[in-house]
């Protein structure tokens, strides 16, 4: 017994002196670590001095310290930034569903502007503002070298001037100026629609009214039809919507799942992670389900088009995605300030992150180039497909066995071809998911 207990004041003797061994060097290194954090502030403190006593014109104190905490949050990623007092306030009043400006979503890339997406109904969209844009000069200035929130308030100003912004284009060879009037933006966050037996919902952003303005529109529009049972399926589109808030987005995607993971974000420590899970309750009762999708749809766009994909619940249709995959906390500082600091990057359900990937359709849908608006060639088709046809024939006999319900459902088709033809003309990817769940519907029906 003595024996045993001498082997394990041994061993508490030797595990002890182990300890102490290891704990020396690691003390170390963390006491060099933390000197060489001090030198460095030391150095920045220098160079602080000398710009202040030495640069060629006076400067203020607190730009250079600005500036200095903007460089420092701005070479971490394209997302993270300092907001003083003036831009956390338009942060604020962003959020809040109006302010004033162009109406394009941005970041920054290669030294320029470029443009995430533009907003739907907003001066930059009447423009022909599209996602993907560089915007190079404001009024004839160049932006390069800039911060984005320099480049920012470039384009800012009072409702009713007027602006020019230099854009770069994909496909078009030359550089070409856009006037913008700059007017008061109020956004809606989405509207509910019919287009033939389809639901069309079209969310521009996800704020607090998202899924609120969706379930009043899904009641109006379903009572309207007489029921669920008279609609052929539901139309999601997330064209040109530049995300916003996760919790909207996870709302968004909870009402047309049954049940599973939405998305989970995960930070840099385990206690950081985050887990959104799907209600039971699916608002449609299991209609086939479309979602749009294009190079626009970023962040929380891509969390409901991502959950929806994973789970099988709906066909995604359009061009990729923006591959916007990282979560952004705003934090409050000191002097009404505070800084966009990216915090967690999110993950579908399948396990997999969109960063720099972006979510791919199930079925790559290119929209063609805006045109003038006119509805002469939607005319024109529609002629057409009333002109092939043995009754359009001169002299052609009629059918005499034709009853006035048959009659009735001809003139119904035809009018459903006109305007699937008209569709097709002013937005080729959403008749084309129109086409998709008329065809799933039949498919249903057999």
């Known amino acids: 017994m003595r024996k045993f207990v001498l082997a394990a004041l041994c061993g508490t003797v030797v595990g002890a002196a182990v300890s102490t061994q290891l704990a020396g060097p690691l003390l170390a290194q963390e006491k060099m670590r933390e000197a060489s954090v001090y ?41 993270s930034r300092y907001l003083p007092p003036k831009d956390f306030s338009d942060v604020q009043t962003t959020t809040r569903g109006e302010f004033s400006g162009l109406g394009i979503e941005v970041t920054q890339e290669e030294g320029f502007v470029k443009v995430i997406s533009p907003i739907e109904g907003t001066p930059a969209d009447a423009a022909g503002i599209e996602a993907g844009d560089f915007i190079t000069h404001v009024n004839g200035e160049s932006v390069a070298g800039l911060t984005l929130d320099q480049a ?123 887990r ?34 994973d789970h099988r619940r709906a066909i995604i249709v359009g061009t990729r995605s923006f591959g916007k995959g990282t979560a952004q906390s705003i934090i409050q500082l000191r002097g009404d300030g505070a800084m966009q600091l990216t915090t967690a990057r999110y993950y579908l359900p399948s396990g997999r992150s969109i960063q720099a990937l972006g979510v791919a359709p ?21 002629a057409a497909i009333r002109e092939r046809s043995e009754a359009a024939l001169r002299g052609s006999l009629t059918n005499d066995s034709m009853t006035e319900d048959e009659k009735r459902l001809l003139e119904e088709e035809t009018a459903r071809a006109e305007a699937a033809a ?25």
């Open 276 to 309: 959104h899970m799907a209600t039971p309750g699916d608002v449609t009762g299991g209609k086939p389900m479309v979602v749009l999708i294009n190079s626009g749809s970023a962040s929380a766009s891509e969390i409901v088009s991502g959950a929806l994909q």
């Open 152 to 274: 920012v308030e470039m384009m800012r100003g009072p409702v009713g001037s007027e602006v020019i912004i230099t854009v770069v284009r994909k496909g078009v060879d030359n550089p070409f100026d856009v006037s913008i009037i700059r007017e008061t933006i109020k956004t809606v966050a989405a509207r509910v629609r019919m287009e033939g037996e389809a639901v069309v919902i079209r969310a521009t952003q996800f704020t607090d009214q998202t899924w609120p303005n969706i379930e009043t529109g899904l009641k109006k529009v379903v009572d309207e039809a007489g029921g669920w049972e008279n609609i052929g399926g539901v139309i999601l589109d997330l064209r040109n919507n530049p995300g916003g808030k996760v919790e909207a987005a996870v709302a968004v995607a909870d009402a047309f799942l049954e049940g599973g993971e939405i998305t989970t974000l995960r930070g840099r420590t385990p206690q950081q992670t985050e």
């Open 422 to 446: 008209r569709l097709r003309e002013e937005d080729y990817q959403l008749a084309y998911a129109v086409d998709i769940l008329r065809g799933l519907g039949a498919i249903a029906q057999k």
């Open 362 to 382: 199930d079925i790559v849908v290119q929209q063609p180039p805006r045109r003038p608006q006119t509805e002469e060639p939607a005319d024109e088709t529609a």
């Open 39 to 79: 030198q460095q502030l030391d150095l920045f403190g220098d160079i602080f001095e000398r710009i202040r006593a030495q640069y060629v014109e006076e400067v203020k104190p607190a730009d250079l310290i600005e500036a200095a905490i903007n460089g420092m949050l701005t070479s971490l990623d394209p997302h």
